[in-house]
């Protein structure tokens, strides 16, 4: 909650203005059963010595004019209010979209896509949607009851006495239910990212999860964390739908206890018959603060609860700062140094042991190895993905480390196994992250990869809108990838396993067209196929996260080492 009041400082300004108006709204309220009272006994006066109609229409639209003005300030607050909650709503999301592009890729390793979508949707909703209802509320509230209280002990300290004393049981209730149930709705948050997080993965791979006949264990699973949502629901909304009615009834309570007491004091002369009147009306206004303050203080944890895990992704450490980073490399030339280099994704446990290799300026350098061995790895470094432990990997002389990462991701262009696309038009997907590039390029591109007469075939081909039901297949979707890559145009190509879903035919296609892309640049080609980098300048052979050999394809084979046993497990059959 502190973390919130700190977050709210921009819009201190309205909130302030909303809740001084609620404060009137408030006043004005209370200060109306009194005015219903005057009007009372002026009717009852009448009724002896003769009814003054002026008097009475006087006191009757003094009495409108309160209620009004009473709602017309009210309404003003809660217009306010709700403006700046959208507004917070709004910085919410940008803080988080702003910090997913400052998060580290390891943080992603351990937290679910689902979870993460979560607290940009369901968690900043609910901060919203319970601040804007909790706030003002809360602030009329407590005016109310204070001030209710005050006029209630002027009037008369007998029937104030009753109205409170009838009132402490929900009190105690109150704060006990309260303290209860806060437990409740933090779980209930947490498993509503568990639950988002299990379906998105599910939607996302339920091919595979039928493919592999998983499909009873997925929902196993989905039922398991569904009764966690479920029992964390129930009780923290259980909890917090007792108030109203517990409430309601200490209300009514007070209600009977006022006009028992009431009716005493009235036979007696003590009070006369109108103040019974202002206290009936005076004991609605006291116990609906308590209703009010009930549901407001459930609300807020609610927002707490959220707020907790908004904050808590929000206090992720971030990549450290590279704005103090000024080298620059005006042309580059591609020639790429790892000089003892050390990494590892958790801290006691070494991936890359000590990688050296040089690469010069427009060598095709293939990086082979078993599953596991460090391959793509590398290449995460290399893009400063990752930070090292220890070492230094070098572009034309200047360490990685010195350039911002911006820069260094301008100089490589990419094609990953696992192909992303977006919706949008086939055109813009190729075109990703490219202004400038003309229809021509991109049609240039489709042909050199042979998507050309794919494309034209569509409805509206290059301006064909491209989503999740576009019957591409895996093929088809790499190649788009690649497409992309070559109008990126970058001076340093990186393919990781980039014709691992293609057909043997269309592999021949494409790799021609690798040949033109990476002719005159230097590449990385990460491949468990090693026909398709046998022509390749440099080939690194990787085993544990250390380069064990290195040289041409015919040089390897003539070693004997491990390349060779690779090399000759693929074609031995063939």
């Not at 006009?259 to 019974?276: D, E, K, P, Y």
Request: charged letters at 20%; glycine letters at 8%.
């Amino acid at each position: 909650m502190l973390e919130l009041l700190r977050y709210l400082k921009p819009w201190y300004k309205p909130i302030v203005i909303s809740l001084i108006f609620s404060l009137v709204g408030t006043l004005l309220t209370i200060i109306a059963p009194d005015k219903l009272a005057d009007l009372t006994n002026n009717i009852s006066d009448g009724l002896q010595t003769g009814i003054d109609m002026d008097l009475i229409i006087k006191s009757i639209l003094i009495i409108l004019a309160i209620y009004i003005s009473a709602n017309l300030v009210t309404c003003a607050a809660s217009y306010i209010m709700i403006t700046v909650m959208q507004k917070l709503a709004w910085s919410m999301r940008t803080s988080i979209s702003q910090k997913i592009n400052k998060l580290p890729l390891k943080f992603f390793d351990k937290v679910t896509v689902g979870d993460v979508l979560s607290r940009i949707t369901n968690d900043v909703d609910t901060i919203s949607s319970a601040l804007n209802s909790s706030i003002t509320t809360l602030v009329q509230a407590v005016v109310q009851f204070v001030g209710v209280t005050i006029i209630m002990f002027a009037t008369s300290g007998r029937l104030a006495l009753t109205a409170i004393g009838s009132s402490i049981l929900g009190f105690v209730l109150m704060f006990f239910i309260v303290s209860r149930s806060r437990k409740y709705f933090r779980q209930q948050q947490q498993n509503l990212g568990d639950m988002n997080g299990h379906v998105e993965e599910m939607y996302s791979g339920h091919n595979i999860v039928r493919a592999y006949g998983a499909t009873a264990q997925s929902k196993k699973e989905f039922d398991r964390i569904n009764d966690n949502l479920y029992n964390s629901a129930w009780k923290s909304q259980f909890f917090s739908g007792m108030l109203m009615p517990l409430m309601g009834f200490v209300g009514n309570l007070g209600y009977v206890a006022v006009c028992i007491v009431g009716a005493t004091l009235t036979m007696s002369g003590a009070i006369r018959f109108g103040t019974v009147i202002a206290f009936i009306s005076y004991v609605k206004l006291f116990t609906n603060p308590l209703s009010q303050i009930s549901q407001a203080v459930s609300s807020l944890m609610s927002a707490g609860a959220a707020g907790e895990r908004v904050f808590g992704f929000l206090a992720e450490e971030e990549m450290p700062d590279d704005s103090c980073c000024t080298a620059h490399i005006d042309h580059v030339r591609g020639k790429v140094e790892f000089e003892n280099v050390r990494f590892g994704y958790d801290e006691d446990k070494p991936i890359i042991h000590d990688f050296s290799a040089d690469i010069e300026p427009g060598q095709k350098v293939a990086i082979v190895g078993y599953t596991g061995a460090g391959k793509t790895t590398m290449v995460n470094l290399l893009m400063r993905f990752y930070e090292l432990w220890s070492g230094q990997i070098k572009i034309d002389g200047v360490p990685v480390s010195e350039m911002r990462r911006s820069d260094v991701h301008a100089m490589f262009g990419m094609v990953l196994q696992d192909t992303w696309l977006f919706d949008g038009t086939y055109r813009e997907n190729i075109a990703y992250g490219k202004p400038g590039v003309t229809d021509e390029q991109v049609e240039a591109a489709c042909k050199l990869v042979g998507l050309d007469h794919y494309i034209k075939t569509l409805p509206k081909g290059y301006d064909t809108e491209l989503n999740d039901r576009s019957s591409l297949s895996a093929g088809q979707r790499q190649l788009l990838t690649i497409a992309r890559a070559m109008v990126e145009n970058a001076p340093m190509i990186i393919l990781d396993e980039a014709t691992s879903s293609v057909d043997t035919r269309t592999e021949v296609l494409v790799q021609k067209a690798m040949d033109r892309l990476t002719r005159g640049r230097t590449s990385f080609v990460i491949a468990h196929r090693l026909s398709t980098i046998r022509d390749a300048d440099l080939i690194l052979v990787m085993d544990k996260g250390d380069i064990v050999e290195s040289g041409t394809h015919e040089q390897l084979l003539e070693k004997g080492g491990l390349y060779k046993e690779l090399y000759t497990s693929q074609f031995e059959n063939k």
